[in-house]
């Protein structure tokens, strides 16, 4: 009998958190000012789209329940000037508050990528790394690419001008910013390849 009563209040409960956050979702769609050029993801997670550049959603799947920060944030995806253009593949699952900014340049990720929470990808440093240039100058970018069921763990961070090959896992807390090879494991500040994948693994 304890046990029938706790199903009902979990029920209940799950009930009244998907309620909130339809809300939130729909909140966020107003708040956001990007008409994406295709839309087909499910968001779980509110997600505020930005920028005057090209956004591409496919079939892919925006936030996690159950999972951290899902109550408490949301998915930033901006592509910010008119030349810059993010595009998610189907069958994509990003964990909830990922960050993706592409400045100039695009970011890709290509299909069946799982994404851990707190995730983040810039194509740009933002400010020039010359002192005198710090607020005047332009930065550099260069664009990203995820390619194929590839598997990122939470808290990692993509850099500008990275391309990471298919299959390969990128372990939780990296700071990715060079290029990784595609079916190895790769992880660390700067991430290097730790191991090759293979079948049995």
Known sequence: MKNFFRKILYKLHRSFIFLLQKNRVLYYRL????????????????????????????????????????LNGYIHIEARLSTASINIANGVCINNNAVFIAEREKISIAKDTLIGTEFTVYDSDFHCLNPSLRISGIAKTAPVSIGENVFIGSRVTILKGVTIGNNSVITYGSVVTSSIPENCIAGGIPAKVIRLLSEET
């Not at 920028?51 to 159950?66: F, K, M, Q, R, T």
Request: hydrophobic share 40%; aromatic share 12%; with cysteine.
């Open 31 to 70: 708040l956001s000012w990007n008409s994406p050029v295709l839309d087909q993801a499910l968001r779980y997670q509110p997600v505020l789209l930005q920028g005057d550049g090209e956004i591409h959603l496919a079939a892919c799947s925006l936030g996690v329940w159950p999972s951290p920060y899902f």
